[in-house]
């Protein structure tokens, strides 16, 4: 019954922050324990996590993509949205959000959307 939709454009210039969006209904992103995260999918590669923002507003994020990457939410709206900041070629993925358990994505995730960098 949850379901998550991700929206965001499509095209981002080397540089600048690429900022996604996701919209959760079926479920809150306040609900004890919920976590709610961002993954990605580079071409020929697997599934990259990059971080996740609890029910309580805590943020864990990947090492590696830690210090360009932001988590925040909107509770009026039940969203959560993520900003990757400096984003070069090597950013261009399949970006999607999920519902997460601890920081790991479990059943429900968004249908993916194609964000490209390129000048």
């Known amino acids: 019954q949850v379901q998550l939709q991700e929206s965001g454009p499509g095209l981002v210039k080397p540089s600048q922050t690429l900022s996604l969006t996701c919209t959760v209904s079926g479920g809150s992103i306040t609900t004890t324990y919920s976590g709610w995260g961002w993954i990605r999918q580079s071409p020929g590669k697997g599934l990259e996590w990059m971080g996740v923002?609890?029910?309580?507003?805590?943020?864990y994020y990947s090492p590696s993509l830690k210090s360009r990457t932001s988590i925040s939410r909107d509770t009026s709206k039940n969203q959560f949205s993520l900003q990757l900041s400096s984003v070069t070629p090597e950013d261009t993925a399949v970006y999607y959000c999920?519902?997460?358990?601890?920081?790991?994505?479990?059943?429900?995730w968004g249908q993916g959307t194609q964000a490209t960098v390129s000048s």
């Open positions: 999920a519902r997460c358990s601890y920081y790991t994505p479990d059943e429900y």
């Open positions: 923002i609890a029910y309580d507003g805590i943020t």
